[in-house]
């Protein structure tokens, strides 16, 4: 079993930003993909960002060049870095882990809120 607890939403102004962290603790295999979806109002849940053990990334392309996924030294963590935040950024953001051929595991989810 893999847990994620993810922190750091919040209400932010359009062009602040913020970092969204996420803790898997459990039985984490060594080779795993980490990210964020996210999910707004009348739309399926959607692909942020993504990142594999070995570092590489993927990014949807409404947030790249804008957002930075990254992992800690340790592998249990990963970083969603949001800057030049948009309104349409305002979702819910859940933090994923996959291991190969394994189970997928959510977090519980984060608001994320972009206004004036």
């Known amino acids: 079993q893999v847990q994620l607890v993810e922190s750091g939403g919040g209400l932010v102004q359009p062009g602040g930003s913020l970092r969204l962290s996420c803790k898997a603790s459990g039985s984490i295999f060594s080779y795993n993909t980490m990210g964020w979806y996210r999910q707004v109002p009348g739309k399926q849940r959607e692909f942020v960002a993504r990142?594999?053990?070995?570092?590489?990334?993927n990014y949807a392309e409404s947030v790249k060049g804008r957002f930075t996924i990254s992992r800690d030294n340790a592998k249990n963590t990963v970083y969603l870095q949001m800057n030049s935040l948009k309104p349409e950024d305002t979702a819910v953001y859940y933090c994923?882990?996959?291991?190969?051929?394994?189970?997928?595991?959510w977090g519980q989810g984060t608001q994320v809120t972009v206004s004036s």
């Open positions: 994923y882990y996959r291991a190969t051929m394994g189970d997928d595991y």
């Open positions: 990142i594999i053990t070995s570092g590489s990334t």
